[in-house]
């Protein structure tokens, strides 16, 4: 058990619709990371965010966005939905601003 | 941000030394080399960091030569939950702000 926690596990929704995934980052960790791996993919950097803060954008689409909240949560808000947005994403959390990652288990969304 | 690059996929066999290697040939002088597992369908762990020569934890060993223009993890008596994708990252440990991944290394351990 890292420490992260992801929630849900398991979503499926329709093209178009809009989701919201939640993470809850370890005790203690100011930095929070989005991942999306497709089918059979990589680990595609989405972004990151520090103690409330965007400190890094990688490949996010414009229909994405997140945030980190006071209490430290983050929340990916993906909208407008299209089937090749079924992936897994992760999330993932670390002390500072880098160092050691703690990956959650992830968000399977499932678009059909 | 140093590009990495790694085999796609290795074999190996259960008790054999497995070793995977990275090369970053514009790796720069803060530059922390990292390595990660992953299991399908899970996230990411951690396995080892580097800066130069060898690096050892209970889990692997991390060799690094003196140009450090490439490193190399190295797990000792692979067995079948070895099976996984591994990652090689490079950056500065305070730094790592965009955290690439690349496509990492898939090893196949057969019995």
């Known amino acids: 058990d890292s420490g992260v926690t992801q929630t849900p596990k398991h979503l499926i929704t329709a093209t178009g619709q809009r989701v919201t995934l939640r993470c809850s980052p370890r005790?203690?960790?100011?930095?929070v990371y989005w991942y999306q791996q497709s089918l059979d993919q990589g680990l595609q950097f989405l972004i990151q965010?520090?103690?409330?803060?965007?400190?890094a954008k990688g490949n996010i689409l414009e229909r994405f966005s997140a945030q980190q909240f006071p209490d430290l949560h983050s929340e990916l808000n993906l909208s407008s939905l299209e089937l090749g947005d079924s992936a897994l994403y992760f999330c993932?959390?670390?002390?500072?601003?880098?160092?050691?990652?703690?990956f959650g288990e992830g968000s399977r969304l499932t678009v059909l | 941000l140093a590009k990495t690059t790694q085999p796609i996929s290795m074999d190996s066999y259960e008790g054999q030394e497995v070793n995977i290697t990275c090369s970053h040939n514009n790796i720069a002088t803060n530059d922390y080399i990292t390595w990660y597992q992953q299991f399908p369908s899970q996230g990411p762990r951690f396995i080892i960091q580097g800066y130069k020569t060898k690096v050892t934890n209970e889990v692997a060993s991390l060799f690094i030569p003196a140009d450090r223009k490439s490193s190399t993890l190295s797990l000792p008596r692979v067995s079948l939950s070895d099976t996984a994708v591994y990652y090689c990252?490079?950056?500065?440990?305070?730094?790592?702000?965009?955290?690439?991944f690349g496509s990492g290394t898939k090893l196949n351990v057969k019995p």
């Open positions: 993932a959390s670390s002390v500072a601003s880098a160092g050691e990652l703690f």
């Open positions: 005790s203690g960790d100011l930095s």
């Open positions: 965010y520090y103690n409330g803060e965007e400190r």
């Open positions: 990252l490079v950056g500065e440990t305070y730094n790592f702000n965009k955290f690439y």
